[in-house]
Structures are given as structure tokens and as C-alpha cells.
């Protein structure tokens, strides 16, 4: 049980939209071993965002006990919640999110910004980008790099923290195939070298076969398989 | 210190993605800055003029003329001579120092074919040390030019300007004054102009000849104005009230009845600072409501920017930014708006308080205007405050951003 990044026990999440309760997740569990590399999958409603979101610590569920490596996240506060998830998770999203007007270097640097971190945060950024094969585009802006450069820069920040996760939200949407089969390779050889969890949340079936686990979503609870 | 430098530099790279926008929001600060500092330091400028203008009428200077401060007091009886005499007396008035009965009326001026109307004053001798004048060339008029009425005059430097085209070499020359010649015995030494007209186009000449051939009153002995001196500035109150105990004497004036008034230079330079004081702030006020709207402006852009960088905000909470983190950024953005600003504002300010200077001097009504260190501090910190104030709130609304919302929003 300590090998346990994550801990999922009975969760649930209620929305209120005005008068009516929408129930996103039904008593949910699950668990994800250090180093595992996991597809989470399901329709659209089946509660799989919401799911990612209360892994990843933007959200926090309704009921239910969540532990992040060894923290309890389910009842902390919404600073202490940016700590966790500036120290544990990393994030890598479908459309990139990198910050415009902004070179590679410093967009990989951001999460080192946020940490506090003054002192070798260029050379940790540097390493990062080494790390996914962007060392010669430190430089470049996101408008001159390619889909498949951007989202790598984006994987190069979500490493920089040498998080306990790193969460992956249909990375390879927004790209063509080479390139989307490149980034999960990518990804999978960081899990290899790093032994960093990672989950990737996907649609896409030949995605989720390269992976080791396959969870799956319905009505707001792991279908089991 | 780092990371304030950061999120400065930070804040101008995301201003300057937006110049347009950004230039158009700065606009309400630089007009409200620059018109803060323009009126402020024209309006001390023109104080300045003023108070220096009414000090170079003379030091310790009392101003004694006739007709009371109030309704109650009719007939006032005119001042003559003998008060003039009475108060040099130094036994019953030990602060005064000098005494300087004046006539003063208008006369014309001609030489050759040029002429001009211009203030004549008719002195005694004992004018030139209480109005503290000097004389460029020449000599005051003395005791012989009093008692012999003599037809002579002294020039002011303008007045001779105007008559001559010069102003040295004119003694011995004639000058006609309401048509009778006049000698010319000296030119006074310039005093520069006044926010009450020129103090260099006039004529001095002798009171006894003033009062025989050029202004006439109803009495010979009838004088318009009496400057008093006192003995130091310490001694010009002490002056005032022993004038003033004299003049009683001698008008049998009921009490609180006084059919004169005593002015001091001091009246004077209060009168006008508290005018021009009312006035600068009246327009420094003024200016400061837009400076306020520009605020709003401010507000108003950054409440879009928000808005629109919303899913940033939402990646940036996602990537462990904290509240305060936001809150920083947003806050830095604004008040380097409006820094900037107040800096563009202060330049513009300072300009055209400069040309409001030149144009003035050229219209000889000599403005300088004076831009205190105090002034460009205060409309700084103003326009600092002034973007943190109005900033506050979009960059609260950006900080209490939820991320997962902020993310999702396209």
C-alpha cells in the first residue's frame, strides 16, 4: 500500500446548475501505483473530467477521502491546494496551454516561478527542455514552434517540478498522427527513465493500448473490466 | 526585489502586446497629470510674480489712504500735509522711519512729435528712500526744486523709452507735461513689471509743483496717498497703530470710525497669496477629477483584460500560482499603466506649463512657472495610487478565479 501514489476512496462530486443537482462522480475509488503508466477513458458525462480535475487538485470532491502521494487533499484549502499542485502534478493539456509572447525557456520556467524558486531555475528549465529534445528552440515563442514542439515544451514544464504525477488531458488531440505518436512515446520514456506516474486521459483507443492499465469510466463510477 | 523586477517586466511585455489599447487607457492619466502639474505650477508661478511684485514696491512699507473700511464713515476728511508732518514727528510716532506725502493723477507726456499718457506722481524728496528707488542717471528731485516749484521731472526707464527710443544721456533735456516744459533731472533705475501694470512708465515731480500746475484738488494743501515707513519690519504694526492714533487726533474721528486705511505691505502679500492659493488649488482640484476618470478608464481595461485572459489566469492557478500570485500580476499591470502614465503626463505637464511661461513673458505678464519636486512626487504617487486603487478590484476578480472554470472557458 505505500507504493500508492494515489488513493481514491467513495468519491463524489455534486454540481448545482441553479435548482437541479447534477451527480458527476458516484462514489468512485480507485487506486494508481507509483511508476504505473494509466489510460483513464469514457463517453463525454461520464464523469471523467471531473475525476481529472480532482486528481490533478483543481477541484475537490463533495465526499470521499482523496491522498496524493501521502497528502490528504480532499479538505485543504485553496493555497495550499496550489502548493500540491504546483509540487506533485503536472500538467499536460490537449490544446498546450503555453503562454503567447512567451519564449520556451520561461514558459518552462513558470512553475519554478510559482515555487518560489529563484536560484537555478534556468538551468533546471534547461534541462527540461534537453529532457524532451527542444534544447536548440529555448528561444522560440509558441507561434514558431510546431503542435508537436509546442505540446512538448508543454511536458517540459509539467517535469520541470519533478512532480509525483503527471497528468495528461488528450495530449495528442490537437495533433496529426506522427506527431501525436511522438509525444506518447515521449511520454512513455519519461515513465521508463523518471518512473513518473503518469495518467493519460484519452478517447483515442490506440493511445490507451500502449499503456499498462486501462480504467474506465460510466455514470460517475470505474467500470470494471 | 527579483521577482518584483519579474513581474514588472512581465507586466509591460503583456502590456505592449496590446499597444493600441494600452495607449488608450494611459491617456486619461497622462491629460490628468499633465493638468495637474501644468495649473499647479502656472498658478505658482503667477503667485510668485505677485508677491514678488507687491515686495518690490518697498520694504516696511505702510500704504495711508482716505475714506474708512465701512459704511458708518462720511465726509472723511482728506489727509493733507500736516498729517504728513504730524507723523514724522518722531516723538509721537518713534517706529516711523519716513514719511512721504504723494499727489498722484495722469498727465500727458510729449517730446518732439512722440507723447504718451502716463502716471505722474508729485514727490517729496524723502519719496526716493521709503519707495526705495535708484536712479539710473540724473538726481532726485531736492529741498530747492520743492520750494521753488521747479518745472522738473525725473523719467521712468519706460516712459523714457517711450519718449526718447533711450534711456541714458537725458538730463538737461525739456519735456512737455500737459503742455508746460519740464526739465528732465534724472531717469529711475528699472523695477520691472508688475501684475498691476508696468512700475517703470512714470514721471516724479515735485509735490509743490504737482499741486500748483498739475493736479489740482479742491485744497491746496490736500495730498492722495501717504507712504509710511517704519523703522524695521518688526516695527510695522507698532507703526500702523501709531499712525493711526495720530490720524484720530487730528480727524476727531468718532472711535471705530476711522476715516482712513492703513494697508501694509504684508495685507497686500496676504491678500494675494490667499487668492492665488484658492485659485491654484481651485484648478489643481479640477485636474484632479480627471485624473480620477483616467482611474476608471484603467478599471475599465483591466476588467476586459481579465475577461479575456481568463483561461491564462485558470493554467497559471493550474501550474501552483497562488492567490496572491494573480493578485500581484494584475496589480503590477495597472499601477505600470498608470506609472507610466503619470511619467508621459509629468513630460506633457512640464511642457506646457513652459509654453504658458513663454507666452505670458512675450504678453509681458512675466510667469514663471515653477514645478516643485513636491508637485511631480505627489502627481506621481497620485497616478501610482491611482492604478492601484482602480486595479484592485478586476485583479481580486482574476485571483478568486476558480481554475477549473477558468480553464474550461474558451
Known amino acids: 500500500?505505500?507504493?500508492?501514489?494515489?488513493?481514491?476512496?467513495?468519491?463524489?462530486?455534486?454540481?448545482?446548475?441553479?435548482?437541479?443537482?447534477?451527480?458527476?462522480?458516484?462514489?468512485?475509488?480507485?487506486?494508481?501505483?507509483?511508476?504505473?503508466?494509466?489510460?483513464?477513458?469514457?463517453?463525454?458525462?461520464?464523469?471523467?473530467?471531473?475525476?481529472?480535475?480532482?486528481?490533478?487538485?483543481?477541484?475537490?470532491?463533495?465526499?470521499?477521502?482523496?491522498?496524493?502521494?501521502?497528502?490528504?487533499?480532499?479538505?485543504?484549502?485553496?493555497?495550499q491546494l496550489a502548493t500540491i499542485r504546483n509540487q506533485k502534478v503536472g500538467f499536460v493539456f490537449q490544446s498546450f496551454n503555453l503562454l503567447p509572447r512567451t519564449t520556451a525557456?520561461?514558459?518552462?520556467?513558470?512553475?519554478?516561478?510559482?515555487?518560489?524558486?529563484?536560484?537555478?531555475?534556468?538551468d533546471r528549465a534547461m534541462a527540461a527542455l534537453e529532457a524532451v529534445g527542444l534544447a536548440d528552440r529555448i528561444d522560440h515563442r509558441p507561434n514558431e514552434l510546431s503542435g508537436g514542439q509546442q505540446q512538448r515544451v508543454a511536458i517540459a514544464r509539467a517535469l520541470v517540478n519533478e512532480p509525483a504525477i503527471i497528468l495528461a488531458d488528450e495530449p495528442t488531440g490537437?495533433?496529426?498522427?506522427?506527431?501525436?505518436?511522438?509525444?506518447?512515446?515521449?511520454?512513455?520514456?519519461l515513465n521508463r527513465e523518471r518512473g513518473t506516474t503518469?495518467?493519460?486521459?484519452?478517447?483515442?483507443?490506440?493511445?490507451?493500448?500502449?499503456?499498462?492499465?486501462?480504467?474506465?469510466?460510466?455514470?460517475g463510477v470505474v467500470e470494471e473490466t | 526585489m527579483i521577482s518584483l523586477w519579474i513581474s514588472f517586466v512581465e507586466a509591460l511585455e503583456s502590456l505592449s502586446a496590446n499597444?493600441?489599447?494600452?495607449?488608450?487607457?494611459?491617456?486619461?492619466?497622462?491629460i490628468?497629470?499633465?493638468?495637474?502639474i501644468a495649473l499647479v505650477s502656472v498658478g505658482r508661478g503667477a503667485q510668485s510674480t505677485i508677491t514678488d511684485s507687491i515686495q518690490g514696491i518697498g520694504t516696511n512699507l505702510l500704504f495711508v489712504f482716505s475714506g474708512g473700511t465701512t459704511d458708518d464713515v462720511r465726509n472723511a476728511k482728506p489727509l493733507t500735509m500736516g498729517d504728513a508732518e504730524a507723523i514724522s514727528d518722531p516723538f509721537t510716532a518713534p517706529s516711523v522711519a519716513g514719511v512721504a506725502p504723494v499727489l498722484q493723477g495722469s498727465a500727458e507726456v510729449t517730446f518732439g512729435g512722440e507723447g504718451s499718457v502716463t502716471t505722474v506722481s508729485g514727490v517729496t524728496p524723502g519719496y526716493a528712500a521709503v519707495r526705495n528707488l535708484k536712479i539710473s542717471e540724473g538726481e532726485f528731485i531736492s529741498e530747492e526744486h520743492m520750494l521753488g516749484r521747479a518745472s522738473v521731472v525725473l523719467l521712468g526707464p519706460e516712459t523714457a523709452e517711450n519718449l526718447?527710443?533711450?534711456?541714458?544721456?537725458?538730463?538737461?533735456?525739456?519735456?512737455?507735461?500737459?503742455?508746460?516744459?519740464?526739465?528732465?533731472?534724472?531717469?529711475?533705475?528699472?523695477r520691472g513689471g508688475s501684475t498691476f501694470g508696468s512700475q517703470d512708465d512714470l514721471m516724479l515731480v515735485p509735490l509743490s509743483t504737482a499741486q500748483t500746475r498739475l493736479i489740482r484738488r479742491g485744497s491746496r494743501d490736500r495730498i492722495d496717498i501717504l507712504l509710511v515707513q517704519a523703522a524695521s519690519p518688526r516695527e510695522v504694526p507698532q507703526a500702523s497703530e501709531e499712525v493711526a492714533q495720530i490720524l484720530r487726533t487730528r480727524h476727531r474721528t468718532e472711535i471705530g470710525a476711522d476715516d482712513f486705511t492703513i494697508f501694509t505691505q504684508q495685507d497686500f502679500l496676504n491678500t494675494a497669496s490667499t487668492i492665488t492659493n484658492v485659485l491654484t488649488i481651485f484648478l489643481g482640484g479640477i485636474a484632479a477629477i480627471s485624473l480620477l476618470v483616467g482611474g476608471i478608464g484603467i478599471m475599465n481595461i483591466m476588467l476586459v483584460s481579465v475577461s479575456e485572459r481568463t483561461r491564462e489566469i485558470g493554467l497559471r492557478k493550474a501550474l501552483g500560482a497562488h492567490k496572491r500570485d494573480i493578485l500581484i500580476q494584475f496589480l503590477t499591470e495597472s499601477s505600470v499603466l498608470s506609472l507610466i502614465g503619470g511619467l508621459i503626463g509629468i513630460a506633457l505637464g512640464w511642457t506646457f506649463s513652459y509654453f504658458v511661461g513663454r507666452i505670458a513673458n512675450a504678453y509681458d505678464a512675466p510667469i514663471n512657472p515653477s514645478i516643485g519636486l513636491d508637485v511631480v512626487l505627489l502627481a506621481t504617487l497620485f497616478s501610482t495610487a491611482v492604478g492601484?486603487?482602480?486595479?484592485?478590484?478586476?485583479?481580486?476578480r482574476a485571483a478568486n478565479l476558480e481554475p477549473v472554470e477558468a480553464l474550461r472557458y474558451e
Not at chain 1, 490507451?208 to 480504467?215: G, H, K, N, V
Open chain 2, 164 to 190: 526718447f527710443g533711450r534711456k541714458e544721456g537725458l538730463v538737461g533735456e525739456t519735456v512737455r507735461v500737459e503742455g508746460q516744459p519740464f526739465r528732465v533731472i534724472g531717469v529711475l533705475e528699472s
Open chain 1, 198 to 219: 503518469l495518467i493519460i486521459v484519452t478517447h483515442a483507443p490506440d493511445v490507451a493500448e500502449q499503456t499498462q492499465r486501462i480504467i474506465r469510466i460510466r455514470d
Open chain 2, 388 to 396: 492601484l486603487f482602480f486595479g484592485l478590484y478586476p485583479a481580486n
Open chain 1, 105 to 122: 525557456l520561461a514558459n518552462v520556467e513558470l512553475p519554478l516561478r510559482y515555487a518560489g524558486l529563484n536560484r537555478g531555475r534556468k
Open chain 1, 1 to 79: 500500500m505505500e507504493n500508492q501514489v494515489i488513493i481514491a476512496d467513495n468519491l463524489t462530486k455534486v454540481y448545482k446548475m441553479g435548482d437541479v443537482e447534477v451527480h458527476a462522480l458516484r462514489g468512485l475509488s480507485l487506486q494508481i501505483s507509483q511508476g504505473e503508466v494509466i489510460a483513464i477513458m469514457g463517453p463525454s458525462g461520464s464523469g471523467k473530467s471531473t475525476l481529472m480535475n480532482i486528481i490533478g487538485c483543481l477541484d475537490r470532491p463533495t465526499s470521499g477521502e482523496y491522498y496524493l502521494d501521502g497528502e490528504r487533499v480532499s479538505a485543504i484549502k485553496d493555497d
Open chain 2, 19 to 30: 499597444k493600441l489599447r494600452s495607449a488608450l487607457t494611459i491617456l486619461g492619466i497622462v
Open chain 2, 32 to 36: 490628468g497629470v499633465a493638468a495637474v
Open chain 1, 174 to 189: 490537437n495533433l496529426d498522427t506522427k506527431s501525436g505518436k511522438e509525444i506518447i512515446e515521449l511520454l512513455l520514456a
